[in-house]
């Protein structure tokens, strides 16, 4: 035998059909007082709907509420796709694979004249100390704590002056200063033009797909590295060699290598 179980909810009927052997939610009582009522119910609000000529008014139709917003669950398989706000921050020190898509747009610029005046002054003040052939003269430059100047993709001990002269050539550190000069005498680019993350870099290389190169390019890459490296970064996908990195407010954010 076949039950028909009413459950009255938030002032919507709604019935369903249940298999046999099922205790029944409304016993026969309940059920006839319910329909009773129903039909009382009716003709009153018929009788509402209708206008003083015996017309009833235009129907309104009421919108539906927008559907409920529910944020990311890592842990619902269902959630294939990250929203925008969640996905993780560039780091802008990390070498740029995805850098030359079809809607990139990339600056590659040599006038230092376009620099705001406090990355012109950074430029300047890392070249002076460059040709010093002192490593010491850039300890100002490189600043301490939270905003010190990335020298590695992974966190370095002791002094930072001493790793700079570490992964010099050698003991003294003029090797890395003389990389360091002709880094920042390179052509640049700006990323993320006129946005909260705006950044110049040197060498432009960093930015751009190395397979796409003019010949006048890659003489000017070779400048940096050798026709091996050069190979090597192709097959890798990006540049990999020194870069730097300046804000627009002139705090020097990186002078890395690696990928």
Request: no cysteine.
């Amino acid at each position: 035998m076949i039950e028909t179980r009413l459950h009255l909810h938030f002032g919507n009927f709604y019935y369903f059909r249940t298999g046999k052997n099922v205790r029944k939610t409304v016993n026969t009582k309940t059920f006839f007082t319910l329909i009773t009522a129903a039909a009382l119910f009716l003709p009153a609000t018929a009788a509402l709907t209708q206008d003083n000529d015996g017309k009833a008014p235009p129907s309104v139709m009421v919108p539906l509420p927008d559907p409920i917003q529910r944020g990311f669950d890592p842990n619902n398989p269902l959630d294939f796709e990250r929203p925008p706000e969640a996905n993780p921050a560039r780091n802008p020190a990390q070498s740029q694979t995805g850098f030359g898509d079809a809607d990139q747009k990339i600056e590659i610029l040599y006038d230092v004249d376009e620099l705001p005046f406090a990355v012109r002054r950074m430029r300047e003040l890392i070249m002076e100390a460059a040709r010093s052939g002192d490593p010491e003269q850039l300890r100002p430059l490189i600043g301490k704590g939270s905003d010190i100047t990335r020298l590695s993709l992974t966190d370095i001990e002791g002094d930072p002056i001493n790793y700079i002269q570490s992964v010099s050539g050698d003991k003294e550190g003029h090797e890395i200063l003389a990389i360091l000069l002709e880094v920042m005498e390179a052509g640049f680019s700006r990323l993320d033009g006129g946005t909260e993350n705006e950044l110049y870099v040197w060498p432009y290389f960093y930015a751009v797909p190395l397979q796409d190169l003019t010949p006048p390019q890659r003489v000017e890459l070779f400048k940096l590295v050798t026709a091996g490296d050069y190979e090597d970064m192709v097959s890798f996908g990006a540049y990999i060699f020194f870069r730097v990195g300046i804000t627009p407010e002139g705090r020097w954010l990186f002078f890395v290598a690696g990928d």
